[in-house]
């Protein structure tokens, strides 16, 4: 019974820690959402509006041009449309690589409005050297914007050779999820025919099933939470940083939620397994006395 037990606990940790990658760990959904949850979008927009204004003293060009067509929501909605379609290429769910999506047509028309108009104003001519320089300037700036919005690294991560790993296996989740919650029944069905003769024993199993299973994530979880372990991690961007650190804090919060209630219920089924085991001896050693 107790091998059998120590089995069980070992594919209800396995299981769950596959549904729970399932359902969050590998959800965009979630990390779409994080990234205006934990505010790195309007991070990503400040670190934008703040490189333009670096950016224009060398080139000239006063921040203003630059910054003219750029918006804080359109910076956030682009921001998760690459994180969407990175993660959906990563887990295979889609076969589209992820690219930027952001339109430069008013900020590219704005450049050139102004550079034009200066160059007008100073009567410089318009050579083929001139319009190469603008055509350098704005695609410094429009590189180094698309390379920002990847706030989660998830395109960089979907165009790393890792990508091939996480594409072969989270489609198959849903297969090793219902092996495991097959092993996992059978186990428990022949712990119910073995202890037949005992069903009130069953609580006191199911107790510790619950208690051990819940522990193996409940213990590292409080810690790295109540430690704030992810706040020592370096990144340079500070939307990158928001980002990252917002989305495992809420992955580490989910699993102490969910197993806090697994070890409080497996606390009460022992203790509650315990308690008849007290009445039961009673009751046989009062059934003894009177014979």
């Known amino acids: ?41 309007k991070a990503l927009y400040d670190e934008i509006d703040e490189y333009l204004g670096q950016y224009s003293n060398p080139t000239g ?81 429009e590189k180094k914007i698309n390379s920002t919005f990847d706030v ?3 395109k960089k991560l979907a165009l790393s050779s890792s990508a091939s790993v996480f594409r072969k296996i989270v489609p198959e989740l849903s297969l090793g999820i219902g092996i495991c919650v097959f092993v996992l029944a059978v186990l428990l069905g022949l712990m119910f025919y073995i202890d037949r003769h005992h069903p009130f024993d069953m609580p006191y199993w199911f107790g510790t099933l619950f208690f051990s299973c819940s522990g193996v994530f409940l213990i590292p979880s409080l810690f790295c939470r109540f430690t704030n372990y992810f706040d020592g991690l370096f990144m340079e961007n500070k939307s990158v940083y928001y980002a990252i650190t917002s989305a495992i804090y809420g992955v580490t919060d989910r699993l102490i939620f969910v197993n806090g209630i697994l070890f409080g219920l497996g606390i009460v089924l022992i203790i509650f397994a315990q308690v008849i085991h007290i009445f039961r001896v009673r009751e046989a050693k009062s059934r003894s006395h009177e014979h």
């Open 61 to 141: 060009i006063p921040k203003e041009v630059y910054t003219k067509s750029l918006d804080e929501e359109k910076v956030s909605v682009t921001a998760k449309k690459l994180t969407r379609s990175s993660l959906d290429y990563m887990f295979g769910r889609s076969l589209s690589k992820p690219d930027v999506d952001y339109d430069f047509t008013e900020f590219e028309n704005d450049i050139i409005e102004y550079v034009e108009k200066d160059a007008d104003d100073r009567g410089i001519e318009k050579d083929k050297d001139y319009y190469a320089s603008i055509d350098n300037t704005i695609d410094i700036a």
């Open 1 to 41: 019974m107790l091998a059998l037990a120590i089995f069980a606990s070992l594919f209800a940790v396995l299981t769950e820690a596959l549904i729970f990658c399932h359902k969050m760990v590998f959800n965009t959904d979630y990390y779409v959402w994080t990234i205006s949850s934990s505010g790195s979008d």
């Open 152 to 154: 989660l690294m998830a």
